[in-house]
């Protein structure tokens, strides 16, 4: 029998320093301990212990010349952490925050994720602490070159493929496979999230955005309700936002904020025009990582330094980085009368957040299945690789919203509870670890 708080115990001994994975760790495992401590397979084959060990780390050095002609030193990483269901999967992220801990929580989270979406993937991250804020383009060029030249040797198309992720878009992805390209010669797809002149997929920018809101659509039918006419609150303003933005406007939703690290963004107009989601992009491109200029382009309020969880809406969608949205801000939401909580960042609510919403009975999806939609059409953008051809926009839509309805479709059968309440948190749990700790049983240690 495993006990929940002396596993985490000596998981936090055995990896000292790592609050993130560990906390990672604990999200999932309060969700499956019922169902491990009930299945003597996976006791017998020593499934949570083999589960939370990654399979690998790689932690190597970068070093690049700035536009100073100064040289410059980062740390670069890539975790693969599980390969039971395919190869490694999972997007590379260069920000400031990165650590080593970030990232295995993040893989973590990929194993679960990528088994929600269906398709044959594995649970991988990678990245650096180099923050692209304020660089120019050609410093971003030399640092992704410099990072692929060391993260090449550990990739291939049936083992381990990389996407974007905070601070790696379309530009950085381009930059990196061209690289490996360089030194490979290879065209094989390795990332994700390629330009669609060399093997990207029609919708992968979108896909994240739109996923989170097909999902949530699907909440809402499941509970007798619609997105039409609802004011909703996001936060971020890169490619997930964008994508969230456009797919609530049209499924006749108002987002009425926006967010980054100076503040946020109150536009009870509606952020819903396809100037204003131009913008955003235009924002992104800049590397200034501030809102601010949007609101004086558009009439908008600006609130510096704050968070958009205080204003009243029917729905939050976290959308930018972990640990967004705390127990405070959950009161805040709750107080206010919010109905639905969509967690598309990776990890967006504290475990107090969550804690607040799941006992104020608020329907609460969390990310792993929430966010789905990138790596599902990742996926997709692999197999018409594989395949030398591409599909259509309509043929990637389609697929990806019926990969989000199976989701939704899997939290409801683990998740609906006696008084027919959905824990979406438990349900994607659960569905998620079942398939990865079945394949580990049958493909042995
Ligand atoms: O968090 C995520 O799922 C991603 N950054 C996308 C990963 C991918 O391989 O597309």
């Known amino acids: 029998m495993y006990e929940l708080?002396?596993?985490?115990?000596?998981?936090?001994?055995?990896?000292?320093?790592?609050?993130?994975?560990?906390?990672?760790?604990?999200?999932?495992?309060?969700?499956?301990?019922?169902?491990?401590?009930?299945?003597?397979?996976?006791?017998?084959?020593?499934?949570?212990?083999?589960?939370?060990?990654?399979?690998?780390?790689?932690?190597?050095?970068?070093?690049?010349?700035?536009?100073?002609h100064e040289i410059e030193v980062n740390r670069g990483y890539r975790v693969q952490f599980n390969n039971a269901l395919g190869p490694y999967k999972g997007g590379l992220r260069f920000h400031s925050s990165v650590t080593l801990s970030s990232l295995k929580f993040l893989a973590f989270e990929q194993i679960f994720k990528n088994s929600l979406t269906g398709l044959p993937m594995g649970g991988g991250?990678?990245?650096?602490?180099?923050?692209?804020?304020?660089?120019?383009?050609?410093?971003?060029?030399?640092?992704?070159?410099?990072?692929?030249?060391e993260l090449q040797k550990y990739l291939g198309p049936d083992t381990d493929v990389?996407?974007?992720?905070?601070?790696?878009?379309?530009?950085?992805?381009?930059?990196?496979?061209?690289?490996?390209?360089?030194?490979?010669?290879?065209?094989?797809?390795?990332?994700?999230?390629k330009g669609l002149e060399f093997g990207g997929s029609l919708i992968r920018p979108e896909a994240t955005g739109f996923g989170t809101m097909y999902f949530a659509s699907e909440m809402l039918k499941a509970h007798s309700d619609s997105m039409?006419?609802?004011?909703?609150?996001?936060?971020?303003?890169?490619?997930?936002?964008?994508?969230?933005?456009?797919?609530?406007?049209?499924?006749?939703?108002?987002?009425?904020?926006?967010?980054?690290?100076?503040?946020?963004?109150?536009?009870?107009?509606g952020i819903n025009t396809p100037e204003k989601w131009s913008y955003m992009l235009y924002l992104r491109s800049t590397n200034n990582d501030v809102v601010e200029p949007y609101a004086k382009k558009f009439g908008a309020t600006f609130v510096a330094g704050r968070k958009p969880w205080e204003v009243p809406v029917d729905m939050a969608f976290p959308c930018a980085i972990q640990n967004e949205l705390d127990e405070s801000d959950a009161k805040n939401l709750i107080s206010n009368g919010v109905k639905y909580v969509v967690e598309t960042s990776n990890m967006g609510l504290t475990r107090g957040a969550y804690e607040a919403f799941i006992n104020a009975r608020i329907p609460t999806a969390p990310g792993k299945a929430a966010n789905a939609g990138g790596v599902a059409v990742s996926g997709l953008e692999m197999s018409q690789n594989a395949m030398h051809l591409?599909?259509?926009?309509?043929?990637?839509d389609q697929r990806l919203r019926t990969i989000m309805e199976g989701i939704h479709a899997s939290c409801i059968k683990e998740g609906l509870e006696s008084d027919g309440y959905v824990n979406y948190q438990k349900g994607a749990n659960i569905s998620g670890f079942k398939k990865v700790a079945d394949a580990m049983c049958q493909l042995g240690y």
């Open 5 to 68: 708080d002396s596993f985490i115990n000596t998981l936090s001994q055995k990896n000292p320093g790592e609050s993130e994975f560990i906390e990672s760790v604990r999200e999932v495992l309060s969700s499956v301990m019922d169902t491990v401590n009930d299945n003597p397979l996976y006791i017998k084959n020593r499934i949570l212990e083999r589960i939370t060990e990654p399979d690998r780390v790689y932690s190597f050095k970068v070093e690049w010349e700035n536009d100073e």
């Open 125 to 149: 991250k990678g990245g650096s602490d180099f923050s692209p804020k304020g660089k120019s383009d050609n410093e971003i060029l030399r640092f992704c070159r410099s990072y692929m030249t």
């Open 162 to 193: 990389p996407a974007g992720d905070i601070g790696v878009g379309g530009r950085e992805i381009g930059y990196l496979y061209g690289q490996y390209k360089r030194i490979r010669g290879e065209n094989t797809g390795v990332l994700t999230g």
């Open 228 to 269: 039409e006419g609802k004011r909703i609150a996001i936060s971020g303003f890169g490619n997930v936002a964008w994508g969230a933005v456009m797919k609530a406007s049209q499924m006749g939703a108002r987002v009425i904020t926006i967010s980054g690290p100076d503040g946020y963004i109150l536009d009870e107009k």
């Open 390 to 396: 591409k599909w259509s926009k309509e043929e990637v």
